[in-house]
Nanobody
Framework: QVHVEESGGGSVQAGGSLRLSCVASGETDGNECMGWYRQAPGKGHEKVAGLNLLDGTTHYRDSVKGRFTVSRANAKDTVYLQMDSLTPEDTAMYFC????WGDGTWFPRAGYWGQGTRVVVSS
């Protein structure tokens, strides 16, 4: 089994920054990719950023490019999401997920999601 746990959410004013952390533990051998989804109140899940753990390639949704940075820690299966210049539109529950990488993008692996960490950005 794999356990995925996010942390670092909170409340911040527009223009501020937050850094989310994600740690995957358990049977993570062969883990090739970790990424972030978010779900805003009343909306569906949307892909935010992904990181290929094998070669460092990243992929971002257009609305966060230049503001968010996904990176890995020295510790195995640990990634961060640095979020700068936050806007109220970034308010959402953020989920970390293990993923597959292909065709220049990434795809979540079913059943390998964390419980989420909430981000609230006030204007």
């Amino acid at each position: 089994q794999v356990h995925v746990e996010e942390s670092g959410g909170g409340s911040v004013q527009a223009g501020g920054s937050l850094r989310l952390s994600c740690v995957a533990s358990g049977e993570t051998d062969g883990n090739e990719c970790m990424g972030w989804y978010r779900q805003a109140p009343g909306k569906g899940h949307e892909k935010v950023a992904g990181l290929n753990l094998l070669d460092g390639t990243t992929h971002y949704r257009d609305s966060v490019k230049g503001r968010f940075t996904v990176s890995r820690a020295n510790a195995k299966d640990t990634v961060y999401l640095q979020m700068d210049s936050l806007t109220p539109e970034d308010t959402a529950m953020y989920f970390c997920v293990l993923c597959h990488w292909g065709d220049g993008t990434w795809f979540p692996r079913a059943g390998y999601w964390g419980q989420g960490t909430r981000v609230v950005v006030s204007s």
